[in-house]
């Protein structure tokens, strides 16, 4: 696998579906995807083959007791596979240096079950309420 800086204008095309998707969507609707990328890096993985796997987006957030490595947004973009097994932990190993945790934020419970399959908690809830229609 191999990690590719992606510029933010393509890092908004590739992972553009992701923001108004009522399956994806943590902002409820609010957001689009260049508020989700904000301040990340972004990058393209590609296979040892050069295939694209995914895009997403990363920053490193400095708290008062600690770093977490947050995932800003991240989409698939092929079907090869289980990329929660094979892309997390290269993520993690690559991006993760001198950080105590990595947050995801996410609404899809079958990728919820699967990061706790990896190690990962729910350490928070998310409760909104629309205050104008």
């Known amino acids: 696998m ?6 933010h204008d393509d890092a908004c095309r590739l992972m553009a579906g992701l923001a108004l998707n009522p399956k994806t ?3 409820g609707g609010i957001a689009g995807i260049a508020d989700f990328i904000g301040d990340g890096l ?4 590609t296979g040892s083959d050069g295939q694209a796997l995914a895009a997403f987006a990363v920053q490193v957030v ?3 007791r600690g770093r977490a490595l947050e995932v800003c947004a991240a989409q698939h973009l092929g079907a090869r596979g289980d990329l929660t097994r094979t892309i997390l932990p290269e993520i993690e190993r ?4 001198g950080c105590d945790v990595m947050n995801i934020y996410t609404r899809r419970t079958g990728l ?3 990061l706790e399959q990896a190690g990962y908690a729910e350490v928070a809830k998310i ?3 629309k205050l104008r229609a």
């Open 2 to 7: 191999k990690f590719v800086a992606l510029p």
């Open 62 to 64: 400095q708290r008062e």
């Open 112 to 114: 919820v079950r699967k």
């Open 94 to 97: 690559v991006f993760g240096v």
């Open 25 to 27: 969507d943590t902002s």
């Open 127 to 129: 409760m909104q309420k």
């Open 42 to 45: 972004s990058f393209l993985l």
